[in-house]
Nanobody, 120 residues
């Protein structure tokens, strides 16, 4: 099992910026991909952005051009730079990791979530 620790959420006014971080830890695992998801009140969880260990990225249309996802493989840490934030970006943001364990079994774990609130 991989443990994920998220940080960087908070409150910001519309147009502002926040940077989320997610660090993965555990015993001998190999990250395949990481991603950020979010769940707004009354809505289903949705993919915000994802990145593979080789750096291939994918973004939801709603955040393209405003959010940038990156990964530091040496630190097992993923970042989400969020610029030009809008009130509709308000949600709990969750970190996700897909990995191979030391016994070559596929795994998938979630962080506890971090609240992002954007005021108008």
């Amino acid at each position: 099992q991989v443990q994920l620790v998220e940080s960087g959420g908070g409150w910001v006014q519309a147009g502002g910026s926040l940077r989320l971080s997610c660090t993965a830890s555990g015993t001998k695992f190999y990250i395949d991909a990481m991603g950020w998801y979010r769940r707004a009140p009354g809505k289903q969880r949705e993919l915000v952005a994802s990145i593979t260990s080789s750096g291939t990225t994918n973004y939801a249309d709603s955040v393209k051009g405003r959010f940038t996802i990156s990964i530091d493989n040496a630190k097992n840490t993923m970042y989400l730079q969020m610029n030009s934030l809008k009130p509709e970006d308000t949600a709990v943001y969750y970190c996700n990791v897909a990995y191979l364990s030391s016994s070559m079994l596929l795994g998938n774990d979630w962080g506890q979530g971090t609240q992002v609130t954007v005021s108008s």
